[in-house]
Nanobody, 126 residues
Framework: VQLQASGGGLVQPGGSLRLSCAAS????????IGWFRQAPGKEREGVSC????????SYADSMKGRFTISRDDAKNTVYLQMNSLKPEDTAVYYC????????????????????WGQGTLVTVSS
């Protein structure tokens, strides 16, 4: 069971990036996926989540209207489209899921997720 986050990079303020979270070793279609981020010197925080059905999505307040989470189960991948990026969005972004019971729902606490990707760095700077 492995998650691979990719798509990070350097972008100017106001720019866009699309992050991908690809699964290997299992099918994503029965799993919720959460995105988290960790800025230097700060705790890891929740960004967004999508349920296994894709019917429910959630976002942290500071990302609402700028970020969009989606999934393509045929490609075994979840995406995070990030628009209108700000310098404070600079962080390492991680995707995560829960292996076990109730894996199809989203959780507010990162402690509920027990399978994590390696992270991808997003730097927003001019």
């Amino acid at each position: 069971v492995q998650l691979q986050a990719s798509g990070g990079g350097l972008v100017q303020p106001g720019g866009s990036l699309r992050l991908s979270c690809a699964a290997s070793g299992f099918r994503l279609n029965s799993y919720a996926i959460g995105w988290f981020r960790q800025a230097p010197g700060k705790e890891r925080e929740g960004v967004s989540c999508i349920t296994s059905s894709g019917g429910i999505t959630s976002y942290a307040d500071s990302m609402k209207g700028r970020f969009t989470i989606s999934r393509d189960d045929a490609k075994n991948t979840v995406y995070l489209q990030m628009n209108s990026l700000k310098p404070e969005d600079t962080a390492v972004y991680y995707c995560a899921t829960r292996i076990g019971l109730n894996r199809g729902r989203c959780y507010g606490s990162r402690s509920e997720y027990n399978a994590w990707g390696q992270g991808t760095l997003v730097t927003v700077s001019s």
